[in-house]
């Protein structure tokens, strides 16, 4: 039987069932050697790209926060320096929300100063945590934080030498890129582009043509950043988002 299937003419496959039958199956036959191989390989590529993505999260777990401003949470956050100190911050829970512009309003010795040292984790809190976009900062490597922060200080200091040093101290951008900008220290916030930007006071010291220069600049060039400005008086804040009042560590 086999011999008159072999030696049939090709019509033969297709004109009568048991032919057709064979045809099928040496189809279906084909499929299972090439399209399920195919397809397999596929879903290996698939696994191997989900480790891939999954080892530079751990490792640098701001590769999804190139783009998207950071909304920063402090969750109960309590601060004292040294065990036997009183407390600093007393329970402090606020949220700032991505791409906000948040004023805070204090008073001397409020506990403004312990507020952003704990943010860039120069201070770690007894209690609670500090949230940005649900990630406790306490498990980030400190150069992964600090990438993501700039402040402009109250008073910003200047070291020995040029003022293209002083924007730039490790040399990691061109000529091109420094001189674009006058001021040193929105120089510097601005050359690294960071998602949170601290603006601590800035403006108490400087005339009315600069303290407009620097509040145009922030509206401008921080637009899409999660911006948190310290001040004494209402009026330095008074285009925030949202409102934060810091008495005596609460």
Known sequence: ???????????????TPAGRILNRVSFDQSVVDLDITFRLGGFASIIQ??????????V????LLLVVPMAVACLWMQVRYKESLPLVLHGVSCTFPGGQKIGIVVRTGSGKSTLIQALF??????????????????GIGLHDLQSHLRIIPQDPALFKGTIRGNLDPLEEHSDKEIWEWQLVSLGRALLKQSKILVVDEATTSVDTATDNLIQKIIREEF????????????????????????NDGK
């Open 49 to 58: 790209l989900i480790g891939i993505v999954a080892v530079m999260l751990e």
């Open 60 to 63: 640098t777990w701001q590769v």
């Open 223 to 246: 637009r899409d950043c999660t911006v948190c400005t310290i001040a004494h008086h209402i009026p330095s804040v008074i285009d925030s988002d949202l409102v934060l009042v810091l």
């Open 1 to 15: 039987m086999l011999g008159s299937i072999f030696h049939a003419p090709m019509s033969f496959f297709d004109s």
């Open 121 to 138: 984790r120069l201070v770690e809190p007894s209690t609670g945590s500090i949230l940005i976009d649900n990630i406790n900062i306490s």
